[in-house]
């Protein structure tokens, strides 16, 4: 049971370019989204994240949307960099429950050329 | 920057055998979790644990598993009789509320 979909198992863009990274979910319940980055052997990294509340997030070259609607949200990075190549992880929570549990989809393998 | 810590960063242990795997979570921070990444899988929540109970823990938690707050620091994860299928990297996370910070993982690798 996939409540947090990444359909795109990987990505690979030019340097310099934008990188879409993209998820989907089916829980109506999660309305608090996050995006990790993970490099192997190491544990996921917080990036940014996005409440139910808001429709767009932005953080530096790192901007999350979010469309409620579609159950959908997406992570942009511009100008991607070579390292910004890692895994990407999105994760959703039911912030109205009371342990913060995440939900984490497959992954996105972003790779940047330079 | 505070972050989480996590020892050892592979452990290898027989069938059969006990194994801990602990976690120096934030200082600050309330709520405590562990998941896990069996090689090639998403990252799957295992148990949270917050005011020194669980709160809440998955299907994969059963009998075999435990969680400890022994002191004020330290967190840690018991497995009683390791089966192959626990072989993973094991991650502690902590949060203050809805933003869960990692440690680096422990790989368990189960022969």
């Known amino acids: 049971d996939q409540q947090v979909k990444q359909n795109s198992p990987s990505l690979s863009v030019q340097e310099g370019r934008i990188s879409i990274l993209n998820c989907d979910y089916t829980n109506s319940m999660f309305d608090y989204f996050l995006w990790y980055k993970k490099y192997p052997a190491e544990g996921p990294t917080f990036l940014i994240s996005i409440s139910s509340i808001k429709d767009k997030n932005e953080d530096g070259r790192f901007t999350v949307f979010l469309n409620k609607s579609a159950k959908h949200l997406s992570l942009h990075i511009v100008p991607s960099q070579p390292g910004d190549s890692a895994v990407y992880f999105c994760?959703?929570?039911?912030?109205?429950?009371?342990?913060?549990?995440?939900?984490f989809g497959k992954g996105t393998l972003l790779t940047v050329n330079p | 920057e505070p972050e989480v810590t996590q020892t050892p960063s592979h452990q290898v242990t027989q069938m059969g055998q006990e194994v801990i795997l602990r976690c120096v979570p934030i200082?600050?921070?309330?709520?405590f979790y562990w998941y896990r990444q069996i090689l090639g899988q998403k990252v799957e929540f295992l148990v949270s644990?917050?005011?020194?109970?669980?709160?809440?823990k998955s299907e994969i938690f059963d009998d075999q598993f435990s969680v400890e707050r022994p002191d004020g620091s330290n967190f840690t994860l018991k497995i009683r009789s390791t089966k192959l299928e626990d072989s993973a990297m094991y991650f502690c996370a902590s949060s203050v509320a809805d933003t869960a910070f990692f440690g680096q993982g422990t790989r368990l690798t189960v022969v």
């Open positions: 200082s600050n921070h309330l709520y």
């Open positions: 644990f917050y005011n020194n109970e669980i709160s809440e």
């Open positions: 994760a959703a929570s039911p912030r109205s429950s009371s342990n913060y549990k995440l939900t």
